[in-house]
């Protein structure tokens, strides 16, 4: 798999800021990639990037084994 078809999560995200979406699809609005991952910490699930290209990267809070 090429690196540019890979998914990153958590700590794996490079961008600084993200545009962050709940797991029940509320709009956080644009956050730091340390703030989002405190917040997806905090429901005890994962930050992934849904959408790296989008400016900023457009990342989910969600269960990573689903």
Do not use: Q, W, Y
Not at 13 to 18: D, F, T
């Amino acid at each position: 798999m090429s690196t540019t078809n890979r998914i990153r999560v958590n700590r794996g995200i490079r961008a600084s800021e993200l545009r962050v979406v709940g797991k029940d699809g509320e709009n956080f609005g644009v956050m730091s990639l340390e703030d989002a991952l405190k917040r997806a910490e905090e429901v005890d699930l994962d930050l992934i990037e849904i959408s790296p290209n989008a400016k900023p990267p457009v990342a989910k809070i969600m269960d990573h084994g689903k």
